[in-house]
């Protein structure tokens, strides 16, 4: 079982910035792919990015050009760097990771609030 501590949520102003970190409790090398979801009240967890153990990203239309999704081997994290933010921005954020055997892991979430 991987743990996985997702850090950096809180609140911000429209138009702000934020950088979510996952710390991973092992090598990252050993995983398929990495990232980030997102669940707001009353709705279904969705994808916002994903970066691949060769390095291909994939983005949720809605983020594409503000997020960047990216990792620190050495650190077994991944970031989601979040620019202007936006109040439909808010959400859970969950860290999620799948190894290579095809389990999935998923963080404890962090909360984002951008308000207006």
């Known amino acids: 079982q991987v743990q996985l501590v997702e850090s950096g949520g809180g609140l911000v102003q429209a138009g702000g910035s934020l950088r979510l970190s996952c710390a991973a409790s092992a090598n990252i090398l050993h995983f398929n792919d990495m990232g980030w979801y997102r669940q707001a009240p009353g709705k279904q967890r969705d994808l916002v990015a994903t970066?691949?153990?060769?390095?291909?990203?994939n983005y949720a239309d809605s983020v594409k050009g503000r997020f960047t999704i990216s990792r620190d081997y050495a650190k077994n994290t991944v970031y989601l760097q979040m620019n202007s933010l936006k109040p439909d921005d808010t959400a859970v954020y969950y860290c999620r990771v799948m190894l290579v055997s095809g389990l999935l892991s998923w963080g404890q979430g962090t909360q984002v609030t951008v308000s207006s």
């Open positions: 970066i691949s153990r060769g390095g291909s990203t």
